[in-house]
């Protein structure tokens, strides 16, 4: 008898994991969480083996809030080292955004949804046509 199921995508390895990739089925990955802003820098998600840390990392782990699921997600980079985060200067209730989200699913752990991106970065909040701030001219001397 044939097995019946979902497709849920092609299978993506990120460090010693292989995860169900979800990002087919999504029209616009970033719509679904609408605006982002940084919580915190939760460390390093650190790779085990038998229960011994292998001293590797899958990527860095941040906390985010999602303005469309009014919630805290967790999202893992992967392509950025702890000095390149730090350069990047996020402070709580940033805008940002990210390079390369891609949406997983994995069996293990209670069947879980979980996000990584390569990098991230804060949303520039100069609009369209809008110089950045500029130094306001100092009033001429007056005759």
Do not use: C
């Not at 891609?102 to 909040?125: E, F, G, M, P």
């Amino acid at each position: 008898m044939p097995k019946l199921g979902l497709n849920l995508g092609e299978k993506l390895r990120i460090a010693d994991k292989e995860y169900r990739i979800l990002n087919d089925g999504i029209k616009d990955v970033r719509e679904p969480f609408g605006k982002l802003t940084f919580i915190s820098y939760n460390g390093q998600d650190l790779i085990a083996e038998d229960g011994v840390l292998t001293g590797e990392s899958r990527g860095l782990v941040l906390s985010v809030s999602s303005q469309a699921l009014k919630e805290a997600l967790t999202i893992t980079l992967t392509e950025m080292t702890e000095t390149e985060l730090a350069e990047v200067n996020l402070s709580f209730g940033d805008e940002i955004d990210f390079d390369d989200i891609v949406v997983t699913y994995s069996q293990v752990n209670n069947n879980q949804i979980k996000l990584y991106a390569s990098r991230v970065k804060k949303v520039d909040k100069t609009k369209v046509g809008q110089a950045p701030n500029q130094p306001k001219p100092q009033d001429q001397d007056k005759k």
